[in-house]
């Protein structure tokens, strides 16, 4: 049984081991040993903390095979996107240049570097191993990046109203980006992987400095650059996917570094918000219905599962005893129902 739960120090080694395979570099996920340890003390503190308003919190989470132990994802929350310092992305602008004289009124589609989305919660962090990225594991990549989303919705006063996901931007077999060939390398002059690590998450005070601070006209750009302009990477369709059924959707923004695309949602709208439902355990085999996730534990000792459950809320939730056990629960403990896919016609 796959699991998800917050990461810990002793999760150190395994934590590393996946941010070495994870393609691209996940600066949420570094791969230097001392700067990862930092990343996951801070998820613990974060956890640990009574919080009224979001801050600087950072919560990690891992997706843990309960038989081996073996760890085989991750997945995170920034808080506050931009605490100490902007967060930047691109606005999607249309700008109009008009002349009465020649009697020419053009719209023209332009990209403005904004930082509208600082102080917004942010989904990040998502790794997930490559045995579980397949149709069959499905399940799992969407508890996975789920998780996070049951968690915001049931511990409202730790993150903002909205949240946004960035999503990793088009790129060919070698990790290129022909957006940052077009812009960003020839304002840094480095390779798109380089400053994706230094990036400190789109929050660094050198990206204001270097990168343009007027409107970047798209007509200009080359074909390719344009072309990829909020277009997400092949490899990110299976996670873009699970953001939508959420409720997530495209907003204005895209990444300054390689246009990925930008979706946003408000907690109260999204799935894990809309159609949780709160249920009592019940000891016995979990019955072949409507598989959902189920989570428990609260604001500290978060857990969730992937589970099938019959019947309506006033049925509680017949779990297996390794189920309970995944989840820390017995007989008459609440857990958090959402279904794991919406029904035709509801949120997507």
């Known amino acids: 049984m796959l699991f998800v739960r917050p990461a810990r120090l002793s999760d150190l080694d395994e934590l590393e081991r996946m941010a070495r395979a994870a393609l691209p570099v996940l600066h949420s996920l570094p791969r230097d040993r001392r700067a990862l340890e930092t990343r996951v003390a801070l998820s613990e503190d974060s956890f640990r903390a009574e919080v009224e308003f979001p801050g600087e919190e950072f919560y990690l989470f891992v997706l843990e095979d ?10 995170s929350i920034v808080a506050s996107a931009g605490y100490s310092e902007p967060f930047y992305a691109f606005r999607n602008d249309a700008l109009i240049h008009a002349s009465r004289e020649l009697k020419v009124n053009r719209k023209i589609h332009a990209l403005t570097m904004s930082h509208e989305l600082t102080g917004k919660s942010r ?15 499905e399940a799992a990549a969407h508890l996975l990046s789920r998780a996070r989303m049951i ?9 903002s109203s909205e949240v946004f996901s960035l999503m990793l931007g088009v790129t060919d077999d070698t990790g ?3 957006f940052w060939d077009a812009v960003g390398r020839k304002f840094f002059g480095r390779d798109f992987e380089q400053v ?6 789109r929050s660094r005070t050198f990206i204001a400095e270097v990168m343009p601070s007027y409107p970047l006209y798209v007509p200009l750009l080359p074909g390719e650059a344009q072309r990829v302009l909020g277009e997400p990477n092949e490899g990110t369709l299976l996670a873009y996917d699970i953001h939508l059924e959420e409720g997530f959707e495209p907003d204005r923004f895209v990444d300054i570094f390689d246009a990925g695309p930008v979706l946003t949602i408000a907690v109260g709208k999204s799935a894990s918000a809309s159609s949780s439902e709160l249920r009592t355990v019940r000891e016995g085999a979990s019955e072949s219905g409507a598989p959902y996730i189920v989570a428990a534990g609260g604001a500290h000792e978060f857990r969730c599962i992937v589970a099938g459950l019959a019947g309506t809320r006033a049925d509680g939730a017949a779990l297996t005893a390794a189920a ?3 989840l820390g629960v017995e007989d008459k403990d609440t857990v958090r129902c959402v279904p794991l896919h919406q029904a035709s016609g509801e949120l997507q």
């Open 66 to 75: 309960a038989q081996t132990g073996r760890l085989l994802g991750t997945s």
């Open 324 to 326: 309970r056990a995944a």
């Open 123 to 137: 989904l990040t962090g998502f790794y997930i191993d490559p045995s579980l990225r397949n149709e069959a594991n």
């Open 151 to 159: 968690y915001i919705a049931a511990n409202r006063k730790r993150f």
């Open 176 to 178: 290129a980006s022909p």
């Open 196 to 201: 994706e690590a230094e990036s400190g998450g």
